[in-house]
């Protein structure tokens, strides 16, 4: 594969132009030589990158380790945290501090599911690359049962369990990057809203149930439904303003361990800011 074709499909922060001109600019080294943008890639090369001097963006890395075992972590992930690296977040982000700054470091942890940088809550890690395909496939077929909160603009009294069963796919007119909406033709998803509890300042909080695990699921069929989750930048409104994130939160991941055999339930309180 030729260099600037691998680079702009695995690191999306730059097109193929702003690829090409760093390559010309001898940032590029493949196997330590410089190389050209014509140069091509095989399995085993290592490719170096030198970005120059640059701030990362700001996140909250107060996580906390909430559930360990021989094979798993839980993390309870604040708001303001990416799981994976995106964008200039190199290390700003929840598996490079798993995997080289956390006390003691997991260095081959890998994370089973991942958050929206502005949802908090528990976030399983494997530590290692074969329990993580063991947890992926609990995750693909509906073993792990998640349970969400989110407050919401209004208060509904429809009667609970209310379903939302409606397929969701990209967004592709959208001028936003990875936004989704609710889509005849999308994937399959399926959202179950167990509880509501109306608060005394208009709001609802909700307790959600995802039957599938569609990107950004949870808020794409809130949004639909016509309420949206407060402080939800892409999917919702100006409304409630005040909150200083999404008000969504993993509140607990329940399964049965694939090497123990036992129930497992991790749960991650409410953060303070939440409300």
């Known amino acids: 594969m030729i260099i600037t074709e691998y680079l702009t499909h695995r690191f999306t922060y730059h ?3 702003e690829w090409t001109k ?3 600019e001898g940032r590029i080294l493949i196997n330590d030589n410089r190389c050209g943008d014509t140069n091509t890639i095989k399995a085993g090369d290592t490719i ?6 640059f701030e990362e963006p700001e996140a ?3 996580y906390s380790i909430i559930f360990e075992d021989e094979w798993i972590l839980a993390v309870d992930k604040p708001a303001n945290l990416l799981v994976h690296r995106a964008g200039r977040s190199f290390r700003n982000n929840l598996v490079y501090q798993l995997r080289c700054v956390n006390t ?3 260095p081959g942890c890998h994370p089973v599911h991942r958050l929206d940088r502005d949802t908090s809550g528990v976030v399983l890690i494997a530590k290692n690359s074969e329990v993580m395909k063991e947890f992926a496939v609990m995750f693909n077929e509906g073993r792990i049962t998640k349970i969400y909160r989110a407050i919401i603009g209004g208060q509904p009294d429809f009667k609970t369990p209310f379903m939302i069963d409606s397929p969701i796919s990209a967004d592709k007119n959208s001028g936003v990057p990875f936004k989704f ?3 005849d033709n999308g994937k399959p998803a399926s959202t179950t809203i167990e509880d509501v509890r109306h608060l005394d300042n208009g709001l609802s909080m909700l307790t959600i149930k995802p039957l599938t695990g569609r990107t950004h699921q949870i808020r794409v069929h809130l949004a639909a439904a016509g309420f949206p989750i407060v402080g939800d930048k892409t999917y919702g409104s100006s409304e409630h303003c005040g909150f200083s994130r999404q008000a969504l939160h993993c ?3 329940s399964f049965i361990h694939p090497y123990t055999g036992r129930q497992c339930e991790i749960t991650a309180e409410l953060p303070c800011d939440f409300f």
């Not at 170096?48 to 001097?53: H, L």
């Open 15 to 17: 097109n193929m132009a």
């Open 22 to 24: 760093i390559i010309n």
């Open 48 to 53: 170096t990158y030198d970005p120059g001097d």
């Open 60 to 62: 909250n890395l107060s």
């Open 104 to 106: 003691p470091p997991y």
């Open 181 to 183: 909406k609710v889509c």
């Open 251 to 253: 509140e607990s991941l």
